[in-house]
């Protein structure tokens, strides 16, 4: 062989072992879930390690895309954004959501028993919040404009459980409509 070929072959065999280093095993992508074990957060982080910047905050049971793994680390889609996502807060199966504590709410946990697209229909120019529990003082998940299409899982009271842009919650029946606009 001659020793340009050598030299060639040894990079290619290097380059390829570094590549698998960076990021391993999926042969495609995998749907998992957040899974914090409570009703923590997880953050996405631009890097993966837990000093960088995150670039957002997803509850238990956000459906992410997991594109590849490296060292504990997810590499995620999740609402149009990709970063890193610790493997050990994901999970294949959906997270039960967390009973409130309030008693006012002890029997709100969802039953997923439809799967209906609304839109999100204010009635003024404003956003609708989605919440972390069914209650207008519940901490809020995000705001989303009018004729944002929700998939409805459930209803419990007056609140819908909803999944929109990744993210799931809760957000006021009476500003959900059949259509855009309606």
Known sequence: ???TLRVFCAV???LALALGCVHTGLADSVTMYVSTGNSGRLNLRSLPTVQSDSLGLYANGTLVTVESTQSG?????VGGLKGYMMLSCLSYAAPVQPVPTSPAWAAATPVPTEDTTLYIQTGNTGKLHLREQPSTTAHSLGLYPNGTAVQVTARVGNFAFVRVGGMTGY????????????
């Open 1 to 3: 062989m001659k020793p």
């Open 12 to 14: 290619m065999l290097i």
């Open 73 to 77: 680390w997810a590499y995620v889609t």
């Open 171 to 182: 957000m006021m029946q009476k500003f959900l409509a059949p259509a855009p606009g309606a």
